[in-house]
């Protein structure tokens, strides 16, 4: 039986017969990779403790007629201290649900890898605030799936913005020609929120945002929400459990 | 295809947990050919544990009366509650002989990705005990995995502040193990864990 080696993060699993569990993963190499790991739920299992959610793990596979089955697992970074608090925990959960939702089995997806790596990350540190990185990964990983909230220029038209009209459906800010006549404005601050939360790379300023303009926050991060439950059609379960200020 | 009693009862055992279509007609086979009394015993059995079992309205382990045996006893330590995901769970801690506290059965474990919350637990009821007995310790005792681990945090934020204390059960290495097969998360908190030996 063919065996290949894989890095993945751990996104759920469901419980399997007696002792047994399908874990999902996102692989940097293969996309989704729905597999069996025997034994785990036992205490004592040789790599259960490796295999819970958000682990970054190096794994042995063989492939299986349905399911591909581990038979090894090393672990790269347990990401614990997400686990460990309950806020975290909640926003790691948003991050992984929206990643099985968008990734697919067999289709090699590493921009989406390295941005659910870098999201662990940034909750494990143990953020004041876990919430602003919950609303900037879901921008982004829609943005990586052909989804991106546009606010450098109009969404419509190109015309080069900054512009003062904001619309889930068009996919960013609109100018005022092309806002539908009704549409209010809004404030600055929110389309440079959503602009910060949209671009690629940037952690590190963000809890500085949610501190500092509270309200700016809370209406981009509704943004955020809505666009990502609008344009992928499907609603994020996890998404109210996260806490918020 | 069977004939209509036979399929009936082939697609009742099949709407049980783990139990298929071929499970299903081996047991219903099974049962075919067993003596009439004990076929009755299984069936008198359903419908006894469906008329009296129910849900203890302190702990909400499951129990035959108002309260559960556990909750009955007052040799039990009122001062210490155990909160566990499941009634199994007090089966398993009982099974130790080591606990001699009561229990709370939350009903699950919170998973916001499965839409569980909070509200879906008896977390209120939780809180309503901590009112109302003189609980001085909760031990969290929920499972070792990311469900339970969320459920314990959020627990403890909320009790904490209570003035109760709150404890969480240990995980470390199981006995009988060897240490090279133990994995990273697992010997890591056995070493946070880790006690001091008496002289």
Redesign the interface.
């Known amino acids: 039986m063919a065996t290949y080696r894989e890095q993945g993060i751990v996104l759920r699993s469901y419980k399997l017969g007696e002792t047994d569990r399908i874990v999902h993963l996102h692989t940097q190499g293969r996309g989704k990779v729905r597999a069996v790991a025997k034994g785990v739920r036992r205490p004592g299992s040789r790599f259960g403790g490796r295999l819970e959610a958000y682990s970054h793990v190096d794994l042995q596979l063989y492939e299986g007629r349905n399911l591909d089955v581990i038979n090894q697992a090393e672990l790269l970074a347990s990401h614990a201290a997400v686990r460990a608090d309950f806020a975290t925990s909640a926003g790691a959960s948003v991050m992984v649900e929206l990643v099985d939702l968008v990734a697919q089995e067999g289709e090699r997806d590493n921009a989406l890898f390295l941005l659910l790596r870098a999201g662990l990350q940034a909750l494990d540190a143990g953020p004041a605030d876990p919430a602003v990185f919950v609303d900037a990964f879901l921008l982004r990983a829609a943005s990586i799936v052909g989804f991106h909230a546009d606010t450098a220029a109009c969404a419509v038209c190109r015309r080069p913005g900054p512009h003062a009209f904001l619309s889930v459906k068009a996919g960013g800010t609109l100018c005022s020609d092309c806002a539908p006549p009704g549409t209010r404005a809004v404030d600055p601050a929110v389309i440079a929120g959503v602009g910060l939360l949209a671009t690629p790379g940037e952690w590190a300023s963000l809890p500085a945002f949610a501190r500092d303009d509270a309200l700016a926050h809370r209406t981009a991060a509704s943004y955020a929400r809505a666009f990502v439950e609008h344009h992928l059609d499907r609603r994020l379960r996890g998404y109210p459990a996260v806490p918020r200020g | 295809m069977y004939e209509g009693a036979v399929q009936d009862l082939i697609d009742e055992l099949g709407r049980l947990p ?1 139990v298929g279509p071929k499970s299903a007609q081996r047991i219903a086979f099974h049962l075919m050919q067993a003596d009439t009394a004990d076929a009755s015993r299984l069936a008198e059995a359903i419908t006894q544990v469906k008329a009296t079992v129910r849900f203890c309205q302190r702990c909400w382990n499951i129990s035959e009366a108002e309260e559960c045996r556990i909750c009955r006893d007052p040799r039990r330590d009122e001062a210490v509650v155990c909160v566990v995901e499941e009634a199994r769970d007090v089966v398993a801690i009982e099974r130790t002989r080591e606990y001699r506290g009561r229990y709370h059965v939350l009903g699950g474990a ?6 569980v ?1 909070p509200d879906e637990l008896h977390v209120k009821e939780l809180l309503g005990r901590l009112d109302d007995e003189p609980v001085e310790e909760l031990i969290l005792a929920t499972n070792p ?2 469900e339970g ?2 459920t314990a ?2 627990l403890s ?1 909320l009790v904490t502040p209570l003035g109760v204390r709150v404890t969480r059960l240990a995980s470390g290495l ?1 006995v ?2 060897d240490l090279d ?6 010997l ?1 908190r056995a070493f946070l864990g880790r006690r001091e030996l008496g002289v």
């Open positions: 783990g919170i998973s916001p990705i499965d839409g919350g995995n990311v681990e969320a945090s959020y934020r199981p009988g193990g097969y133990a994995d990273e998360v697992t890591g």
